[in-house]
């Protein structure tokens, strides 16, 4: 299993700008696909954005895309999640998580490791 580790998080005015970072160790970085997820207090956990295992294709929600960026450095074994423009409504605590296969990344049952998670909070 590979171990997962977000940072970034914090509160930050509608508007603003945060950059969610995933550090990854344990194993090869470059074997796993990674996602970013979100959850919100009273709601089910939802899909945020994926990136393949060499960076070359990505997906979003539709929520986010357009203001949302996520890529990876796989010399640092870390994955990125950009968020721009935020908005009030993308309070949740956002975790990451690492795929074997590239198969159905918008779902959250397709990941086999997650990591604790790191809080977002926007003001209005």
């Known amino acids: 299993q590979v171990q997962l580790v977000e940072s970034g998080g914090g509160l930050v005015q509608a508007g603003g700008s945060l950059r969610l970072s995933c550090a990854a160790s344990?194993?090869?970085?470059?074997?796993?696909?990674m996602g970013w997820f979100r959850q919100a207090p009273g709601k089910e956990r939802e899909f945020v954005a994926a990136?393949?295992?060499?960076?070359?294709?990505?997906y979003y929600s539709h929520a986010v895309k357009g203001r949302f960026t996520i890529s990876r450095d796989n010399a640092k074994n870390t994955a990125y999640l950009q968020m721009n423009s935020l908005k009030p409504e993308d309070t949740a605590r956002y975790y990451c998580?690492?795929?074997?296969?590239?198969?159905?990344?918008?779902?959250?049952?397709?990941?086999?490791?997650w990591g604790q998670g790191t809080q977002v909070t926007v003001s209005s």
């Open positions: 998580a690492a795929a074997y296969s590239d198969y159905a990344l918008t779902m959250d049952s397709s990941y086999g490791s």
């Open positions: 344990g194993r090869t970085f470059t074997t796993y696909n």
């Open positions: 990136i393949n295992w060499s960076g070359k294709y990505t």
